[in-house]
C-alpha cells in the first residue's frame, strides 16, 4: 500500500519533468526564431558579418563578368582562403555584402572551378618524391587531349592506338611491338577553385606545348631555303634529327622533303613529363666483315694484295629496348634466343710486304689506320648517336646490348694515353682509356666495368682492352666510343665513329 509520502514524492516529479518539456520546447522556439548570421573569413580573420551568403556570391558573379567571359565559364567564386560560418544572434550590427565584396577585392584573386594536376617524382630509397610542376586546367579532358598529342609526338598514332587497342601485329620476321608504355612521373588530378591570376591553361595546344618545351610560348621558327634537308637545318640548329622530328609531328622520318618557304619549328624541346615504352625490335642489320693481314717478308711495304674478297654479313636481331622522350635509352638487352645469322660473314684476308717496315714509336704495327676492328662482341645495340643531344653536342656513338663486363675492344694498334677513372675525359666518364693511333687518330673508351691495360703500354688491333660497364655519368651498361682527329680533351677534332666502318 503506498503511502502519503510516496504519492508526495511523484506528483513532484512529474511536475518538474513537465515544466522542462515545456521550457525545452519554449527554447527551441525561441532559437528558430533567431536570425541567421554569416561570418565571413579571410585567411584566418574575419573580416565582418552578413545577414545573406547567397547575395554575396551573387554580387561576385555579377561584378566580375570579365573573369566569365574570359574563361568562358558561369561562375566566378570568393577567392582561395575565403570561408564562411554560419551562427545564430540577436545582434543587428552586420555589415553589407558590398562592403564585404570590397575587401574581398581589394585582397586576393577571385577563383574559378578547375583542376589542378600535380607532376612529381617518385619517392626513392634516399628521396622523397618532389613535385616538379602543377598546372591548372578548366576542364580534365584539356590535359587528356594534350597527353594524346604529347605521345603522338613520340610514337606514330597508328602504333600507339594498336597498342592501346591490343590490336598490334604479330611479329613474323622482322618488325617491333610495344611491350609497355608509362610516364615516369606520378600524375595527380584534383577539382580545386583556381586563382584567376594564376596561369591556367584552356586550350589543349598551348598545354601541349608547354609539355614538350616545359613554355607554352616557345618557339623558334626557321624559314626552309634551298637545299636545306631536315638533317642539316637540325645540325646548323644545334639539334638531332629525332629531336626536329619531334618539334615537327608533321614529318614522319629525316628523309621527308621540306619545300622552299616551309616554316618549320626548330626550338629546343625540354618535356616536363617524361614518356617512356619498351619496346620488343626484331631486325635484318649488316655485320661489317673484318680484315686478316698476312705479311710477306720478301715484299715491300707497299705490296698489297686481296687473297680473299670481303662480304658483310646479315644477322637478325632480337632485342628489348626502352625509349625516353623519343631517344633510345642506355642498357638495351638482345634476345639471344631468337638472334642469329642469315648470311655469314667472308672476312677479307690480304697480304701484305714488311720488307722495310720501320714501325717508329708502335712496335710490330698491324694495320695502316684504315683497317678498324669493331670494339664490342656482336649483335650490339646503337643507342645515342654521334651529334647534337638535347641542347649540347654528344661526341661519341653509345654502343649497348652487349651485357654487363662484355668485352672491350681497341679498334686499332696504338699507344695507351690515359686507363683509369676520369682523367682526361673527366668523372662523368667513368673508367675510360685513352688510346693513341697512327695518322693522328685517336680514341676513347667510356663508362668501363673493368680495364685490363695500363698506361704507356702498346696494344694491337682488337686486343681486348677493359669490360663494358656503366661507371660515371650512365645511366644503363653501354660503352660511349669516340674517335677524333688529334688528341682528344687538347684541341682534338671528333667525328662520327661510325664513317670508320662505312666500307
Given amino acids: ?25 519554449f527554447t527551441n522556439k525561441k532559437f528558430e526564431q533567431l536570425p541567421l548570421k554569416y561570418q565571413i573569413y579571410l585567411d584566418g580573420k574575419s573580416i565582418g558579418v552578413i545577414n545573406d551568403s547567397n547575395e554575396l556570391y551573387a554580387l561576385i558573379n555579377k561584378e566580375q563578368s570579365q573573369i566569365k567571359d574570359q574563361y568562358n565559364v558561369d561562375q566566378v567564386y570568393p577567392p582561395k582562403g575565403f570561408e564562411i560560418e554560419k551562427y545564430v544572434s540577436y545582434d543587428n550590427n552586420t555589415n553589407s555584402v558590398n562592403e564585404i565584396y570590397d575587401q574581398i577585392k581589394n585582397s586576393k584573386d577571385f577563383t574559378i572551378k578547375g583542376y589542378t594536376i600535380t607532376i612529381s617524382t617518385p619517392a626513392t630509397d634516399t628521396e622523397d618524391a618532389k613535385v616538379s610542376a602543377r598546372i591548372n586546367v578548366l576542364d580534365k579532358k584539356i590535359f587528356e587531349d594534350s597527353i594524346n598529342k ?69 618557339s623558334q621558327d626557321y624559314t626552309v631555303e634551298k637545299g636545306d634537308t631536315i638533317e642539316s637545318i637540325a645540325f646548323a640548329k644545334e639539334r638531332s634529327t629525332n629531336e626536329f622530328l619531334i618539334a615537327n609531328p608533321k614529318f614522319r622520318n629525316a628523309n621527308n622533303l621540306l619545300a622552299v618557304g616551309e616554316v618549320v619549328n626548330v626550338a629546343l624541346i625540354k618535356p616536363v613529363i617524361t614518356l617512356v615504352y619498351d619496346q620488343y625490335v626484331v631486325e635484318d642489320t649488316e655485320v661489317k666483315y673484318d680484315t686478316e693481314v698476312k705479311y710477306d717478308s720478301s715484299k715491300s711495304s707497299s705490296y698489297k694484295k686481296v687473297e680473299v674478297e670481303g662480304k658483310n ?52 704495327y698491324v694495320d695502316d689506320g684504315t ?58 666518364a667513368g673508367m675510360n682509356i685513352l688510346i693513341e693511333h697512327p695518322n693522328g687518330y685517336w680514341s676513347v673508351y667510356a663508362h668501363l666495368s673493368d680495364i685490363y691495360v695500363t698506361e704507356n703500354q702498346t696494344v694491337s688491333r682488337k686486343q681486348k682492352i677493359g669490360a663494358m660497364g656503366h661507371s660515371g655519368a650512365a645511366t644503363g651498361t653501354h ?9 682528344p680533351y687538347n684541341g682534338g677534332q671528333y667525328f662520327n665513329p661510325m664513317k670508320l666502318w662505312s666500307k
Fill in 479 to 487: 660503352l660511349h666510343l669516340s674517335v677524333s682527329v688529334g688528341e
Fill in 371 to 428: 683497317n678498324w676492328a669493331w670494339p664490342t662482341n656482336y649483335p650490339y645495340i646503337l643507342s645515342s648517336p654521334y651529334g647534337w643531344r638535347w641542347g649540347s653536342m654528344h661526341v661519341g656513338q653509345d654502343i649497348t646490348g652487349t651485357g654487363y663486363g662484355s668485352p672491350i675492344y681497341s679498334i686499332g694498334s696504338g699507344i695507351v694515353r690515359y686507363a683509369g677513372y676520369g682523367g682526361p675525359a673527366g668523372r662523368a
Fill in 150 to 218: 604529347l605521345i603522338y609526338s613520340f610514337i606514330p598514332k597508328d602504333l600507339y592506338e594498336a597498342y592501346m587497342n591490343d590490336t598490334q601485329a604479330e611479329i613474323k620476321e622482322t618488325g617491333s611491338l610495344i611491350e609497355n608504355i608509362y610516364f615516369n612521373e606520378n600524375i595527380t588530378i584534383r577539382e580545386a577553385y583556381l586563382s584567376t591570376q594564376e596561369k591556367i591553361f584552356t586550350d589543349s595546344d598551348t598545354l601541349t606545348k608547354y609539355l614538350m618545351f616545359g613554355d607554352e610560348n616557345a
Fill in 1 to 25: 500500500m503506498k503511502t502519503k509520502k510516496t504519492n508526495t514524492v511523484a506528483i513532484i516529479i512529474t511536475l518538474i519533468l513537465a515544466i522542462f518539456v515545456f521550457l525545452v520546447g
Fill in 313 to 364: 654479313g646479315i644477322q637478325r636481331v632480337a632485342k628489348r629496348v626502352q625509349v625516353t622522350n623519343g631517344t633510345i635509352s642506355e642498357g638495351g638487352v638482345i634476345d639471344k634466343d631468337n638472334t642469329y645469322m642469315i648470311r655469314e660473314v667472308v672476312n677479307e684476308v690480304v697480304t701484305r710486304g714488311n720488307k722495310s717496315y720501320n714501325s717508329g714509336n708502335y712496335g710490330i
